[in-house]
């Protein structure tokens, strides 16, 4: 299944909110995930991907249902950013048509005196389009083969691109719905929250986007150039020459036609390829003007040169917008959602919990009744009125008693309900989830009983724990060796021990930056606890220095690189 863009824009937004500080009663937000599985049918057949797209449906709901807000036109950042963009594109496209008709109707202007310069035309609607196509479809195919690059030139192009098309345009867009705040509170709230949201774990996605826009846009000026060169062909007698310095005989000028003609010759070469006759027909002399120029040779060029526009300019433009589509596809497709955040959903889906469904039955209370008569006591036995006693046989044998046979227990109606189940809150961890690589303190490790800590990442977290590593905190001295297991498992979660009294300070920060940059495709995990002693390790959640951590960890800014605290579940 294939998250749109949409649907990930407000799955960040609302995983958001729950993360906020204010937000700290995580027993409540993971019943009520687990009751959004529940809810969800056939749960335990569906992937990752379908698992976050129901959540996401009932969390909508639930939202609009807790912010009491009933306004029918208000939208989630996800649904805003969609009709945006939507405008955009058709805003860049008739832009361009606009664009691209007023510049070749404006530039045919032909008043008798002077031929249009078919060197310049060329120039103009063919070589220069057909550049720009050729310049956007290598970024394509380079941003489409190696993904968002972290490194080098094609790292600085990407981040300007960013920079330029998403950063830029976002600011501009906040700056001009702020007025708007006055008159309509509810647009400017809403778009808010989607100029204020962390666009950097999709930025590769929102990558396709702005191509497709730009791509859009020039397609629109190539279909306006078209359209305005025929419209001109079509109301006028156009006349159109030639002039070169370099080039003195049409025998050159006509090698270059036939060479550009090429895509297109084989079709019919009489009528959109002007022959030499004609090209050396349609050359302008200054110093002999254009009296002695032939009408049939100055009107042969306008079927090369719309097929030069359609073949150099609008067919590539079109490859290019369907090649941006089905890049984006392939880009949602491959969205990464074993990210930190993502997981954490995922494992309080998953999370069995304790369930008490009483059911109300309605009834009545009873009546009340007096208490029964005691019984009179039993008549006394006379001495010639006892009962015979016969001694038993294990009596004379003086053996003990054999105990009475146990009864089968009665089986129980199939009529009636049945008990509420009592589920287990203890969370399953599948044998297909992602691995973990775990990093603690050395001298910890030592002390520890490792099999806890397996254990409670495990039922925490939802991660496999594949091996342990022993660091120092040094990154140049702690390298190696993570290199050494990163490469055995391969692709791995990293999970950090951190105890949380010790202060965030920049030695520290930095050394998680140092294990990012490293394996910038790895999420990291920073597991506060509170020390590594055995049975010491919970954090609460009002605690002072968990709060101090994750606000230093957030300031990061860092996707891949998520802070939690040890509970013992």
Known sequence: MILPIKDIIDLDFLLGLDEDQENIDTKAIASRDRDIFRRIKNGDRLDDAGLIA????????????????????????????????????????????????????????????????????????ILFPALLCLSAALV??????????????????????????????????????????????QFSKNSGDLLHLDTRPFRSILFWLVFIALSLGALGFSVGALGGTFFR????????????????????????????????????????????????????????????????????????????????????????????????????????????????????????????????TGGSRAEFRAPLPRPEPAPVVEKDQSPIVVPQPHAILNTPEPEPEAKPEPKADVKSEPRPPIVSDEPRVKKNTPGALVLGSAMGFEENDMEQIRAGLEQQFGLHVAATVGIHFDFDQDQDQIAAHVKDLGQVHLIVLQEVWQPPIRGLLYYFVQIRETFPDLPLWIVMIRTMEQGEKDVAPSDVNFQVWKSAVKQLNDPLMAIERWMSL
């Open 54 to 125: 129901g959540w996401l449906e009932y969390r909508r709901l639930l939202f609009f249902q807790e912010t009491d807000n009933a306004d029918p036109g208000a939208k989630l950042p996800g649904a805003l950013f969609e009709s945006f963009y939507t405008w955009i594109v058709r805003g860049m496209f008739a832009c361009g048509l606009a664009a691209g008709g007023l510049c070749a109707y404006s530039f045919l202007a032909y008043h008798g005196s002077r031929p249009v310069n078919v060197t310049l035309f060329i120039t103009v609607f």
């Open 233 to 360: 062909i079509m109301v006028t007698d156009l006349a159109f020459g030639w002039q070169s310095t370099l080039l003195t005989s049409g025998e050159s000028v006509y090698r270059l036609v036939s060479w550009l003609a090429l895509p297109w010759s084989w079709v019919m070469p009489d009528m959109f390829v002007p022959t030499l006759e004609q090209i050396e027909g349609s050359r302008i002399v200054l110093k002999e003007g254009m009296a002695g120029l032939a009408s049939e040779h100055l009107a042969a060029w306008w079927p090369f040169l719309c097929m030069g526009m359609m073949v150099y300019a609008l067919i590539p433009r079109v490859v290019l917008v369907g090649f941006a589509h089905t890049a984006r596809t392939l880009a949602l497709a491959r969205f990464d959602l074993s990210r930190p955040g993502y997981q954490r959903l995922l494992m309080r889906m998953r999370s069995p919990r304790m369930g008490m469904n009483i059911k109300e």
């Open 140 to 185: 394509g195919l380079h941003q489409f083969r190696s993904g968002p690059a972290e490194s080098g030139w094609t790292g600085v192009l990407h981040r300007l691109s960013m920079r330029l098309f998403i950063d830029k345009f976002m600011g501009r867009l906040q700056k001009l719905t702020a007025p708007l705040q006055k008159h309509f509170p």
